[in-house]
């Protein structure tokens, strides 16, 4: 295939912009190589708005492979925005427990709620009205636009810049405004010339796969391209359909792009968490709104500062002085750039604790299994439930309320 020669300007220092031929000829190929490799995910036999715009939060800073079971198991339980906007928040979060990053299912509900009250229940095919939306930025629109219904809009993700980089041979960091401004350009230019194919050349998946269009067709395979071939590390270039016209290839440079610099240094913190028990009873707390994991449920914890003890923690935290305290388990994880120890603690104690101040329970095991929680405590509920013989308490029986 002969690749014609990109026609438009770029700004200086930056790699020219794609032409109109030059962009025809891409998005051909990109359709074509699509309809033969692209997987068959769940979310690609449907065509309905909603499921697809469930996919594209869900798949935010997730792996495909982790979404496929959750996005099978929300479409049975919440199959529509009715059955979303109506669902108790607390079985929302317990839908998404282990996915992470809560504001996202948060922001999605408030949303499906907007619709049902005001759009008749339908998702806006307006590129506008879906960025408009809670918790849809601009690529997120994007892509339900495109990919639901076949519009011409662009969409700018970690796996779509690295291959717009790569083929552009843009060395530039991709955070800066007139960087951004270009690929954004490339990304419109691309599902444009898509648009503009002759049928003959919007070649589409087989069935069970279903696309809207050459559109939708385009942006998938930008996306599957990233995610597959055009890899940070070790892309296989071998592979690609854009191999032959790719500047960062031919240059010797696809270790070097995108050019995203030095990530910031991630910052340690140590936690230190406290498993009570009392007459078959657990102490756990809700978060409260507008927290990290806020409305998820977790054993009281605290963070400590350096040289702190855990027994001074805990009865700070606690509002009396454990008894004792014996080392359980440690988990270790990492939520944006902070890497987290958490070690728990089983704490005894005597008489009948008081609850503090807030969304703090007794609950016993049968009642602590059905609530959502982050994943680190989850861990440890899924350890304590485990205990061959719970630890008991001595006095009074503790209140429930």
């Not at 717009?164 to 990304?187: H, N, Y």
């Not at 809700?286 to 350096?306: D, Y």
Request: proline share 8%; hydrophobic share 45%; charged share 20%.
């Amino acid at each position: 295939m002969k690749h014609p020669a990109r026609t438009d300007a770029a700004a200086p220092g930056l790699a020219p912009a794609l032409g109109t031929r030059a962009a025809g000829a891409l998005a051909a190929c990109l359709v074509a190589w699509f309809s033969k490799q692209a997987r068959d995910l769940p979310w690609r036999r449907t065509l309905d708005p909603y499921g697809i715009w469930v996919a594209e939060i869900m798949l935010q800073q997730t792996q495909v492979k982790t979404v496929i079971p959750y996005w099978t198991r929300w479409m049975k339980e919440l199959p529509d925005l009715e059955s979303l906007a109506a669902a108790r928040l607390e079985t929302v979060l317990k839908l998404w427990e282990g996915l992470g990053y809560y504001t996202r299912v948060r922001n999605l509900q408030k949303a499906a709620q907007d619709l049902v009250s005001n759009r008749n229940a339908t998702v806006p095919r307006d590129l506008q009205a879906i960025d408009a939306l809670p918790g849809v930025g601009r690529y997120t629109a994007g892509a339900i636009a495109s990919i639901a219904f076949d519009l011409p809009a662009p969409i700018l993700d970690g796996n779509v810049l690295r291959v717009l980089t790569r083929l552009l041979g843009i060395g530039g960091d991709p955070r800066e405004r007139s960087v951004s401004r270009m690929l954004w350009g490339a990304a419109a230019s691309l599902v444009a010339a898509a648009a503009r194919l002759p049928k003959a050349k919007r070649a589409l998946p087989p069935r069970p796969l279903r696309l809207a269009g050459p559109c939708s067709a385009l942006n998938q395979s930008l996306m599957e391209l990233g995610a597959t071939i055009c890899l940070p590390r070790r892309p296989r270039c071998t592979e690609c359909p854009l191999q032959g016209r790719c500047v960062a290839r031919r240059t010797g440079r696809t270790a070097e792009i995108p050019n995203l610099g030095l990530r910031p240094a991630a910052t340690d913190r140590r936690f230190a968490a406290f498993l009570v028990e009392h007459r078959g009873r657990w102490l756990v707390r809700r978060r409260p709104a507008g927290v990290v994991n806020a409305h998820l449920w977790e054993f009281p914890n605290a963070e400590l500062t350096q040289g702190a003890e855990p027994a001074a923690a805990a009865s700070a935290l606690l509002g009396f002085t454990p008894a004792s305290l014996l080392p359980f388990h440690t988990v270790r994880h990492s939520i944006t750039r902070s890497r987290i120890v958490l070690e728990a603690h089983l704490a005894s104690c005597r008489g009948r604790p008081r609850l503090r101040p807030g969304s703090w329970r007794w609950l016993a095991p049968a009642e602590l299994e059905p609530l959502a929680w982050p994943s680190a405590h989850r861990q440890l509920l899924t350890r304590m439930l485990a205990l061959p013989t719970a630890p008991r308490s001595r006095g009074e029986s503790a209140q429930t309320g």
